[in-house]
């Protein structure tokens, strides 16, 4: 039996809470969870920007831009070397997207919870908005039905 050392592959990382992550993909999929973020943009240790906004999408590609303007991020993997997820006090998570010595922290206001309960309920508020309006247009058929009968 022939056994190559160097094909021994190590178990994929496991982060849990806090740590450091580098891997793009793994980056966007955390990313992706996020909708409604304080923000904090940091150059040298110093504050440049802060406010609030909403995650509209997260990407990879080296060709375009990490945005944050109106009250929107449009978030680029490929514009940070990693992201460090921590721990508030209070045991809520943030994370810092990190490029050489600019950091924009995300600081969640939203919980992917909240976010899943809120899409069920716009569901099925859709659902019902759709159905009434299907029964109103069969009503409407049948009143036009009717008026066929009254000649005018």
Not at 98 to 119: A, C, F, G, K, T
Request: hydrophobic share 35%.
């Amino acid at each position: 039996m022939n056994y190559d050392n160097s094909s021994h592959s190590f178990p994929a990382p496991c982060i849990i809470d806090f740590g450091t992550i580098i891997n793009k993909d793994d980056i966007r999929r955390l990313l992706n969870d996020l909708g409604r973020v304080r923000y904090i943009h940091t150059l040298e240790g110093k504050i440049q920007s802060e406010g609030e906004g909403w995650i509209v999408e997260v990407f990879t590609d080296p060709q375009q831009a990490t945005i944050v303007a109106n009250h929107t991020l449009y978030l680029n993997v490929q514009s940070f070397d990693y992201l460090t997820l921590h721990q508030s006090p209070e045991n809520n998570t943030y994370f810092d997207l990190v490029q050489d010595n600019r950091q924009l922290r995300l600081i969640p206001l939203s919980s992917p919870l909240e976010e899943q309960e809120n899409r069920r309920t716009i569901d099925v508020d859709t659902l019902e908005v759709m159905m009434n309006q299907v029964l109103s247009a069969k009503w409407d058929v049948q009143i036009d039905d009717d008026d066929e009968d009254i000649p005018f």
